[in-house]
């Protein structure tokens, strides 16, 4: 009779601490002694999303700059600045200057793009004859027909050679062009 009643009581208080912290739970929004989970300005949603990782919609890094925090305070103060901190020269491209330069760093990527593509398809077309001299081997063919291959297999290298060197121009005056830019771009 013993064990009945040590197991009736346990069970008695098991149930009325569950009791309490089912009630403690259902008040879990009342926090600080404010009604309905209203924190007045402190730590407004933390409730909610503890659990979520940094949220950069809502934290906008360009309220904490140096630059506004100094304009209110009556300070002369540069206002370009990015939102990492950096000084942005965006208002700068609308000289004359720094629009060639432009479009100069722009051709000089299609020249380049363009290069390229020949070299691709130079590249493919020293594939056909090369396949094209192994199916006249295997064929048979004459001696004035491998030789013919020959030639184009020796002009399709020379092609390439000198489109590799004109890639390498125009790379390098790629790299001018946007060094130029640059130089442009820093100062004022």
């Known amino acids: 009779m013993k064990r009945t009643n040590v197991i009736i009581l346990a069970g008695l208080l098991v149930g009325g601490l569950g009791i309490a912290g089912i009630a403690v739970t ?22 909610n999303n503890h659990s979520k ?9 360009r ?4 630059g506004r925090w100094d304009d209110q305070h ?21 000289k004359p200057e720094i629009q060639r330069d432009f479009k100069d760093t722009r051709a000089a990527r299609k020249e380049v793009q363009q290069d390229r593509g020949e070299l691709r398809k130079d590249y493919t077309e020293l594939r056909k004859d090369r396949a094209e001299l192994r199916r006249d081997i295997r064929s048979g063919a004459s001696k004035e027909e491998v030789m013919k291959d020959r030639l184009e297999i020796r002009s399709d290298w020379k092609e390439i050679a000198n489109d ?6 125009d790379q ?17």
């Open 26 to 47: 259902a008040n879990a929004n009342e926090s600080h002694g404010y009604p309905r989970g209203e924190t007045h300005g402190q730590h407004k949603g933390w409730q």
């Open 164 to 169: 590799r060197e004109e890639l390498k121009k």
């Open 53 to 61: 990782k940094f949220d950069h919609s809502t934290h906008d890094r």
């Open 74 to 94: 009556g300070r002369d103060v540069r206002h370009d600045f990015r939102h990492d901190g950096r000084i942005e020269n965006r208002g700068h491209h609308n």
């Open 63 to 66: 309220d904490f700059q140096r």
């Open 172 to 188: 390098t005056k790629l790299d001018g062009t946007r060094m130029e830019l640059k130089r442009d771009l820093r100062t004022k």
